[in-house]
């Protein structure tokens, strides 16, 4: 009877081994599907994780937002931002708040510092990165410099972001209206 209790432990402890990456795949997937999607505009840089490879690291502009009438949020604690899009088609941060609106798509954020110049608070996004191929992630990071992000230029370089009940996903990115993966394969491999 020891024996049995013990397989049943084991194969109790494995199931939930392999429950736990499951489900959080399935939450990650079902944004993805089901989410609504965003445009937020970019910045990117582009890192390399060991375990995971490259990728484009992505600052978003923007990431201020006015705290709700009544709410106190104090930095580094976690916050709601409720999102609109604005009449461009970009995604607008209407604002924070300590606790999930009741209408609307929002996203769970970590707060930053108070401007107190606007009276708005700086928030960290949920999402920062977006991988990519080995070899193509150092020629996005590029093309979004040379093409993208210039100051002197218009906006055009953006990520399309999957939200659902707090969670983000980044769905792609986007340069001059043009999935990244297609944009490259447009441009020469020398640039």
Request: charged fraction near 25%; glycine fraction near 8%; aromatic fraction near 12%.
């Amino acid at each position: 009877m020891n024996a049995r209790w013990i397989l049943g432990l084991f194969v109790g402890w494995a199931m939930v081994q392999v429950a736990v990456p499951l489900w959080q795949i399935w939450k990650y997937e079902d944004v993805l599907r089901t989410g609504t999607a965003y445009k937020l505009r970019t910045a990117p840089v582009d890192p390399y994780d060991v375990l995971r490879g490259r990728y484009v690291a992505l600052r978003f502009a923007d990431t201020e937002a006015p705290v709700r009438a009544g709410d106190a949020i104090g930095e580094h604690q976690p916050a709601y931002v409720r999102l609109e899009t604005d009449a461009a088609g970009f995604a607008r941060f209407v604002e924070l708040s300590s606790k999930p609106p009741a209408h609307g798509d929002y996203l769970s954020v970590r707060c930053g510092a108070l401007n107190q110049a606007s009276g708005r608070m700086y928030f960290e996004l949920p999402f920062d990165k977006f991988f990519m191929e080995e070899t193509k992630a150092p020629r996005a990071e590029r093309a979004f410099w040379q093409h993208g992000n210039r100051r002197d230029a218009p906006p055009n370089a953006y990520a399309s972001v999957r939200v659902k009940k707090g969670r983000g996903v980044i769905e792609d990115l986007y340069l001059e209206n043009i999935p990244i993966r297609d944009f490259l394969r447009q441009e020469p491999t020398g640039n």
